[in-house]
């Protein structure tokens, strides 16, 4: 799998990637990038970096990359990178939920991140599994300092790849910009 991969916005629209070059018996001819499991872009194996235009303004987004060789393999995803695109001049600042992560055992996925800086205490999250609300996270009493944890069973066949977001209430009431999704292989 490519190795070292970071991103960077690039303005309010596009962004950079960059990577550390995989290795291959043979060679490497492509580099495939995804974002929630859906490819939406391809550099030439030769290259170490890609340009990524068509993003919107504020907005938080992560991308995993692979290596293809010559026979159309492709290696496992590298590590997830994330980024926020800038906002459009006059927008408010970013307000997405960080660093969310999701794994899965037992048929039960468990997610962990950290809330906005709202000036306040976030209270209520938002989880959106494959698009669709799911679920409001509320805390019984104070919001736990630091990161946050959730758990829940999964009603859904093992194998199965759920697509993750979240978004957290903000002290006015309104909701909040999304999270950069996460994909889960429910085990």
């Given at each position: 799998?490519?190795?070292?991969?970071?991103?960077?916005?690039?303005?309010?629209?596009?962004?950079?990637?960059?990577?550390?070059?995989?290795?291959?018996?043979?060679r490497v001819t492509a580099y495939d990038v995804y974002q929630a499991g859906v490819r939406v872009h391809t550099a030439p194996g030769t290259a170490t970096t890609a340009r990524l235009t068509g993003l919107r303004p504020g907005t938080a987004y992560?991308?995993?990359?692979?290596?293809?060789?010559?026979?159309?393999?492709?290696?496992?995803?590298?590590?997830?990178?994330?980024?926020?695109?800038?906002?459009?001049?006059?927008?408010p600042a970013n307000t997405s939920p960080l660093a969310l992560t999701a794994s899965s055992a037992h048929?039960?996925?468990?997610?962990?991140?950290?809330?906005p800086d709202t000036g306040a205490p976030v209270t209520h999250h938002e989880l959106h599994i494959d698009g669709r609300f799911?679920?409001?996270?509320?805390?019984?009493?104070?919001?736990?300092?630091?990161?946050?944890?959730?758990?829940f069973p999964a009603q859904v066949p093992p194998?199965?790849?759920?697509?993750?977001?979240?978004?957290?209430?903000?002290?006015?009431?309104?909701?909040?910009?999304?999270?950069?999704?996460?994909?889960?292989t429910v085990r």
């Open positions: 799998a490519p190795r070292a991969l970071r991103a960077a916005p690039d303005g309010t629209t596009a962004a950079t990637l960059a990577w550390t070059a995989s290795r291959d018996d043979t992560s991308f995993t990359l692979r290596a293809r060789d010559a026979a159309e393999n492709s290696s496992p995803d590298s590590p997830p990178a994330d980024l926020t695109t800038a906002p459009a001049p006059g927008a048929g039960e996925v468990t997610l962990t991140w950290t809330p799911a679920t409001t996270i509320v805390w019984g009493t104070a919001p736990p300092p630091g990161r946050a944890t959730y758990a194998g199965t790849v759920l697509t993750l977001t979240l978004r957290a209430r903000l002290p006015d009431g309104t909701w909040g910009d999304f999270s950069a999704p996460r994909t889960v």
